[in-house]
């Protein structure tokens, strides 16, 4: 059976409270202390996550629940294969986990079952 090492570790807050900037200092002190960090989260490149967010900022096209709980956990798959990509890290920082987007389906009026 393979074992699993290192840590992930997620920020979590409202959109625009300094939670990728806090993953990127993090990291740097991290880096400064020999500790492996990999920062997917902050990939400017993750196309599901500009999709979403260009929804949302914009009131006439905000998601349903569905669409966007499906969105969210789409681009935390899209992250996950960013940091497998990568190669092992001792650390893996997040600015948002797959529970956020949980979270907001739920807010957002879906039923836990269907979450």
Known sequence: ?????????????????????????VAEKLRSRGVSVSTPSSDPQRPLR???????DHDEGFPDARISVLLGLA???????????????DVVLLDRYAYSTCADALALGMQPEQV
């Open 1 to 25: 059976m393979a074992t699993i090492s290192g840590l992930i570790v997620a920020l979590e807050g409202i959109d625009g409270a300094g939670k990728s900037s806090q993953c990127q200092l």
């Open 75 to 89: 681009d935390f798959a899209y992250v996950k294969q960013l940091t497998d990509d990568e190669g092992e890290a």
């Open 50 to 56: 500009r999709a979403y967010k260009n929804l949302i």
